[in-house]
């Protein structure tokens, strides 16, 4: 299979979507997600003994652990401060309305799309954790604390002056699926019930008055060192050609999005008013592999072990005795074999806030985002 977006490089290389029509800013950011979004529940759940907890964690932005499964920030910390808001805080680190005053994400690292007891059904795998910290709960979490978060203001008023960012959700779904060894048309069958976990938070959230979600697709979970050791192979046809991923996988992120773009389409027609935009993080994520200046070993991470992709196992060694860090993590686009570097996020971040990765693109605030130059 090939990949038409691969193509689309030669025609943005340089974007400038220069000053854009004023439009309000966001007062508030909710967000609900993975460990590719997760900004600390994880570890706040672990009472702080937690993996990310140890350096090199943290190290290039907030130059300390802070539970984030990355160098520095996360895409979600990049899309809040381009609204001017400080990286997003964790749900579960306060009570307070102060705390919620703008915005807070609920993401949980290893959270399913599917609940617990669903996915155990149908794949017949225990979840990766076995507290349910999956999409429905992340939801029923926020709705719990609107009394808390809209004190003093109108639920109305707070919903539809924030931005709701729905995943990225799924992937663990997936990979764990492949993990436990799950044939293809297993996974494959996972795919309405994952999408229809993700519409159905969309339109709660609706309901409840939001007017502008991002809906993230998949990452491209093919390219990830973890996965690429996985599922190690001697047949070149297993690869693609460009980007040098794992085709098969990466089929499974280009099913699930399209799938997720016929879904969101239900969405916008069930909530005319709001404005529900999908995020490509996969066609964003996808042209790094094609930039060798900025990153000349796309499929190594930076920190982790000697061995092929610099990875030894599907386990995350980084932060672990014997890990070893790259001086230059701005360089790579892995960060530990599971999760992206702060500079792969910020370049994810920028394709969907100023480049051709959002449907409908988003609309700038004239103050704090205006003329601004998208670079691949
Ligand atoms: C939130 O409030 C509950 C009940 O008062 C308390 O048990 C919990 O520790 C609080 N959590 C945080 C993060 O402050
Ligand atoms: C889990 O998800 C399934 C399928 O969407 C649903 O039927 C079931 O009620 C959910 N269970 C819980 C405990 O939320
Ligand atoms: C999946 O297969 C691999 C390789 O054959 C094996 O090592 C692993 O234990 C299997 N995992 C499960 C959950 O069955
Ligand atoms: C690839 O080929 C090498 C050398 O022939 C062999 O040792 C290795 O086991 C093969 N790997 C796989 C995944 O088939
Ligand atoms: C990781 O990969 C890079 C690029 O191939 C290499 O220069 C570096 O030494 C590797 N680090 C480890 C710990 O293997």
Not at 316 to 324: A, H, L, M, R
Not at 336 to 362: K, Q
Request: hydrophobic share 40%; charged share 10%.
């Amino acid at each position: 299979m090939d990949y038409p977006l691969v193509h689309l490089s030669m025609f943005f290389l340089l974007i400038s979507t220069g000053t854009m029509q004023a439009h309000s800013c966001f007062e508030r950011v909710f967000s609900f997600g993975d460990s590719m979004m997760d900004t600390g529940n994880a570890c706040l759940l672990a009472g702080g003994k937690y993996p990310t907890m140890s350096p090199p964690f943290g190290e290039t932005y907030f130059h300390k652990p802070n539970g984030r499964w990355c160098d520095g920030r996360m895409v979600i910390d990049f899309i809040a401060q381009a609204y001017g808001l400080p990286p997003m805080p964790p749900s579960m680190g306060g009570n307070t309305t102060e705390y919620f005053q703008n915005g807070a994400n609920f993401a949980v690292a290893a959270a399913l799309a599917l609940n617990n007891s669903f996915y155990k059904r149908v794949t017949g795998l225990d979840p990766p954790h076995p507290e349910d910290h999956s999409l429905g709960v992340q939801l029923q979490s926020f709705k719990n604390l609107l009394p808390i978060i809209t004190k003093g203001s109108s639920v109305n008023g707070v919903m539809s002056s924030s931005l709701f960012v729905v995943g990225e959700i799924g992937g663990v779904d997936y990979v764990y699926s492949f993990l436990g060894n799950k044939s293809v048309f297993q996974i494959l069958s996972l795919v309405p019930y994952i999408v229809a976990a993700i519409g159905s938070a969309v339109n709660d959230l609706a309901n409840l008055g939001a007017t502008t979600l991002i809906v993230p697709g998949m990452y491209a979970v093919g390219c990830a060192p973890a996965t690429m050791i996985r599922f190690q192979s001697n047949n070149t046809e297993d690869f693609d050609i460009q980007t040098g991923c794992l085709k098969r996988l990466n089929q499974f992120a280009i099913y699930h999005n399209s799938m997720l773009m016929i879904e969101l389409a239900k969405q916008r027609k069930l909530h005319p008013r709001a404005n529900i935009i999908y995020a490509d993080y996969y066609g964003a994520q996808s042209l790094l592999y094609l930039n060798k200046l900025d990153f000349p070993a796309p499929l190594y991470a930076c920190c982790g072990v000697p061995g092929p992709y610099n990875v030894s196992t599907t386990m995350i060694s980084c932060g672990t005795k014997g890990s070893e860090t790259c001086p230059n993590p701005q360089n790579y686009i892995s960060w530990d074999g599971g999760h992206l570097t702060e500079a792969a996020n910020h370049a994810i971040a920028n394709g969907i806030l100023y480049g051709p990765f959002a449907t409908p693109p988003l609309q700038s605030c004239s103050d704090q985002r205006s003329d601004h130059t998208y670079i691949i």
